[in-house]
């Protein structure tokens, strides 16, 4: 069993900051890449970021020059540093974790609301 679990949601008023935390725990022997998506109601889920075990990392054009994402390995941990919030961030944020044996896990997901 994987777990895996989001937190740090919450509303804020445009223009300002919020950090999502995602830990994974149980029987994960190693992590490959871990990930950030994103749905807005009515919306298809899509993809914010992205780190591979090494630090590579990949953000969205919509997010660039305000989003950071990192992560701990000892913690089986990911970040995700939102700053300049914009009332089109609002949406739920969904962790992933994709195992060395491609296995894919998600969170329950984090409610963002960025008021205007």
């Known amino acids: 069993q994987v777990q895996v679990v989001e937190s740090g949601g919450g509303l804020v008023q445009a223009g300002g900051s919020l950090r999502l935390s995602c830990a994974a725990s149980?029987?994960?022997?190693?992590?490959?890449?871990m990930a950030w998506y994103r749905q807005a109601p009515g919306k298809q889920r899509e993809l914010v970021a992205t780190?591979?075990?090494?630090?590579?990392?990949g953000l969205a054009d919509s997010v660039k020059g305000r989003f950071t994402i990192s992560r701990d390995n000892a913690k089986n941990t990911v970040y995700l540093q939102m700053n300049s919030l914009k009332p089109e961030d609002t949406a739920v944020y969904f962790c992933?974790?994709?195992?060395?044996?491609?296995?894919?896990?998600w969170g329950q997901g984090a409610q963002v609301t960025v008021s205007s």
């Open positions: 149980g029987s994960i022997f190693s992590i490959n890449a």
């Open positions: 992933n974790v994709v195992t060395m044996s491609r296995r894919s896990y």
């Open positions: 780190i591979t075990s090494g630090g590579s990392t």
